[in-house]
């Protein structure tokens, strides 16, 4: 391939990529109902996206160990941050807006974003990984019903970062992400921006179709010493919160 073929393909594929963006914005700003003219109708509609995508019925920020589902997939799965930050709620350390690696591009131990059991799109044909058949539960499920299901797998690749994040709030990363923020800190008056921190109303895009979408905070869920960056953060932060030391371990389905 010559250097013009191989600029005209970036080109093109870059081109497929906004679209697709674009697309999926546009979804999302339906269920939110940004493009509703009565006001009555979008105030409803953002309450039930709202109810939809959260425990609480309102906005929170995403946690490690938070609920995903996407669009295409047969399966939720838990979002990881093998690496926090230092900012948290409660015991939970936040995301930002970077934290969207899928397994293929960093393997299950580093990644941010698995798989989500097989793909069944929609519209056209789920994209041609390997054929696996996956155990459903009730908890595990994202139709909630137990059994079986046998088809390609749901392995996304990501488009972009998180959308529609809050940049009101926004976190220096620890390093792995954007390690020039990092190395901004140890140095005196640099002007730090962080990255923006994501919320029950943030998606992901994946390139197959999927959006990828928060079902609740993850805020609620029980912490380990090994979520947090190094074991001084987790008694710091757990004894605070709960006057003392202890460890509650919870196998989750991720």
């Given at each position: 391939?010559?250097?013009?073929?191989?600029?005209?393909?970036?080109?093109?594929?870059?081109?497929?990529?906004?679209?697709?963006?674009?697309?999926?914005?546009?979804?999302?700003?339906?269920?939110?109902?940004?493009?509703?003219?009565?006001?009555?109708?979008?105030?409803?509609?953002?309450?039930?996206?709202?109810?939809?995508?959260?425990?609480?019925?309102?906005?929170?920020?995403?946690?490690?160990?938070?609920?995903?589902?996407?669009?295409?997939?047969?399966?939720?799965?838990?979002?990881?941050?093998?690496?926090?930050?230092?900012?948290?709620?409660?015991?939970?350390?936040?995301?930002?807006?970077?934290e969207c690696v899928a397994e293929p591009l960093c393997g299950l131990e580093k990644c941010n974003?698995?798989?989500?059991?097989?793909?069944?799109?929609?519209?056209?044909?789920?994209?041609?990984?390997?054929?696996?058949?996956?155990?459903?539960?009730?908890?595990?499920?994202?139709?909630?019903?137990?059994?079986?299901?046998?088809?390609?797998?749901?392995?996304?690749?990501?488009?972009?970062?998180?959308?529609?994040?809050?940049?009101?709030?926004?976190?220096?990363?620890?390093?792995?992400?954007?390690?020039?923020?990092?190395?901004?800190?140890?140095?005196?008056?640099?002007?730090?921006?962080?990255?923006?921190?994501?919320?029950?109303?943030?998606?992901?895009?994946?390139?197959?179709?999927?959006?990828?979408?928060?079902?609740?905070?993850?805020?609620?869920?029980?912490?380990?010493?090994?979520?947090?960056?190094?074991?001084?953060?987790?008694?710091?932060?757990?004894?605070?919160?709960?006057?003392?030391?202890?460890?509650?371990?919870?196998?989750?389905?991720?």
């Amino acid at each position: 391939m010559s250097e013009i073929e191989r600029a005209d393909s970036l080109i093109a594929l870059e081109k497929q990529s906004q679209e697709l963006i674009d697309q999926m914005q546009g979804q999302v700003d339906a269920a939110k109902g940004k493009d509703c003219t009565d006001e009555a109708e979008a105030e409803a509609k953002i309450r039930e996206y709202a109810r939809n995508h959260s425990e609480t019925g309102q906005y929170e920020y995403l946690v490690r160990g938070a609920t995903l589902v996407c669009s295409n997939g047969s399966h939720k799965r838990k979002i990881n941050l093998p690496k926090c930050h230092g900012v948290y709620v409660g015991e939970h350390p936040v995301l930002h807006e970077l934290e969207c690696v899928a397994e293929p591009l960093c393997g299950l131990e580093k990644c941010n974003v698995t798989f989500f059991g097989v793909c069944m799109p929609q519209d056209g044909q789920p994209p041609q990984t390997e054929v696996k058949t996956y155990g459903k539960t009730a908890r595990n499920a994202k139709d909630g019903v137990p059994g079986t299901v046998t088809g390609h797998k749901c392995q996304p690749v990501i488009v972009g970062c998180w959308n529609d994040t809050y940049s009101d709030t926004r976190i220096v990363d620890n390093g792995d992400k954007n390690p020039g923020a990092r190395r901004l800190t140890e140095q005196s008056g640099a002007k730090i921006l962080g990255n923006n921190t994501v919320t029950t109303g943030s998606f992901l895009i994946c390139k197959y179709g999927g959006l990828i979408e928060p079902i609740d905070s993850g805020q609620r869920t029980l912490v380990f010493e090994e979520d947090f960056y190094n074991s001084e953060d987790f008694h710091k932060v757990v004894g605070y919160y709960r006057g003392d030391g202890r460890n509650p371990v919870e196998k989750g389905d991720a």
